[in-house]
């Protein structure tokens, strides 16, 4: 089939190169022209799809990138999987709405569109079909199909890739849905039908609204725990061995990424607009208590500087690790650059260590090794991302003070002195 992928991210790329590994003639399509001449070159943007196997589709002809409008050929399958951010805490949905107006206008009779970007429930049917049908005349469930199939992707996960995880599939009608679910058959080991797409919408917010309010709970147990003189982490540890009923999460400096911080916040406003008003009082707060944890961070920095009777102006910090998840170089919503940029306002001396990040990526953040200088040379070592390739040993060995926000200091031999987040 003749498949376009608009937008050539985290979810796109991934999508597009499956998609032509699977001998559909794929176009990626991209509004970053610098993105699509990497593309072009063999250079991949993302983690989980290997130079090696975009030079494969590039050299089969089974994969285009692409910039522009004018660059969309005729279409059987179109997916969309752009990014649906947050402005002033308000969905914006003018990339999928772009999106919509650049495929409606190529749509041809009996193609199929998805939408795989993450959004409220509705915004398939309401928003992106009547986008369309305007610009392409056609009627939808009529006289082509429209899907929505959301993304669940983790970047760098060995496990759970684009390939085993089951797929969520839905349709504006049943034939839609059936034309949904049959294209993914053939990329995914399981496709999972759901009735209709509002339903698909709030399954994608209900999963990662799930995970933040649980992170909130233990963020907030967290803080409990370290004023009343408690290891939250061991018990967090000894509830986890409870066969049932519990699932575990750990607390840290905030959450990332483009789900997690943004998901819930989508859902509540989409409830705030359904019930007049009435959001999620539950979601909110934990919104909040996550969006805290960078300046928890900054605060539990500055009260060990006043033990020595120092303040911030002038200080030394070192981050380890940027990215918002370990073994990643991602930097989306990642609490790590609000610990930094906190700091740096109050005059702290900021370098980080992450092998995963490009020095471009982080303005003027300086990027530093973790050599035995370096260490020593922090007034004091901030864990903020555990990426395994830090040697653990050598940072309870050298610093003078580490405040580990991922619990990857606990029970080393250290001389440093360590404290949990």
């Known amino acids: 089939m003749r498949v376009v992928v608009v937008g050539q ?3 796109g790329l991934p999508l597009a190169i499956r998609a032509a590994r699977r001998g559909h003639r794929v176009v990626g399509l991209d509004t970053d022209a610098r993105r699509v001449e990497d593309l072009k070159c063999g250079r991949s943007v993302v983690e989980d799809v290997t130079a090696a196997q975009l030079e494969s589709v590039l050299r089969e002809g089974t994969y285009r990138p692409a910039t522009g409008a004018q660059a969309v050929p005729e279409f059987d399958v179109a997916v969309i999987a752009v990014p649906t951010p947050l402005r002033d ?26 939408l795989e970007s993450t959004s409220y429930p509705g915004t398939t049917r309401t928003v992106l079909g009547p986008v369309l049908e305007e610009e ?3 009627r939808m469930g009529r006289q082509f ?15 759970w890739t684009l390939e085993t995880t089951p797929k969520l599939v839905s349709g504006v009608d049943a034939a839609s849905l059936e034309r949904t679910a049959d294209f993914y058959a053939g990329l995914v080991e399981r ?18 609204t799930f995970r933040a309010v649980n992170i909130a709970l233990v963020n907030e147990l967290a803080q409990v725990a370290h004023d009343t003189g408690l290891d939250v982490r061991e018990a967090l540890d000894a509830a986890a061995t409870k066969p049932f009923g519990f699932l575990p999460f750990a607390p840290g400096p905030g959450i990332g990424g483009h789900c997690l911080p943004i998901d819930p916040v989508y859902l509540s406003w989409w409830a705030a607009q359904a019930r007049n008003g009435r959001g999620s009082m539950l979601i909110d707060l934990a919104e909040r208590i996550n969006a805290a944890r960078p300046a928890h961070v900054v605060d539990r920095v500055r009260s060990h500087l006043a033990t020595q009777g120092r303040t911030l102006a002038g200080a030394r910090v070192m981050l380890l690790g940027l990215a918002y ?14 610990v930094a940029r906190l700091l740096q306002v109050e005059g702290a001396q900021v370098c980080a260590a992450d092998p995963f990040v490009e020095p471009t990526a982080v303005g003027g953040l300086q990027l530093v090794s973790v050599t035995d200088e370096e260490l020593a040379a922090a007034d004091i070592v901030v864990v903020a991302t555990d990426h ?3 040697d653990y040993n050598r940072v309870a060995a050298r610093a003078a003070f580490v405040l580990d926000c991922r619990g990857r200091l ?3 031999a250290a001389t440093a002195i360590v404290e949990q987040l």
């Open 9 to 11: 991210g985290y979810v």
């Open 325 to 338: 998840k370990p073994g990643s170089g991602d930097l989306r919503e990642s609490p790590a650059l609000d």
């Open 191 to 208: 496709v999972v039908p759901v009735s209709r797409c509002e339903e698909a919408e709030l399954a994608k917010l209900v999963e990662n």
């Open 89 to 114: 805490g308000v969905p914006d949905l003018s990339h999928v709405i772009e999106a919509g107006r650049t495929v409606g206008r190529h749509l041809r009779e009996g193609a199929l569109v998805v």
């Open 410 to 412: 606990a029970g080393r």
């Open 388 to 390: 395994d390739v830090f």
């Open 136 to 138: 392409s005349g056609l």
């Open 145 to 159: 199909a429209l899907g929505f199939s959301p993304e669940r992707i983790d970047p760098g996960n060995r496990s």
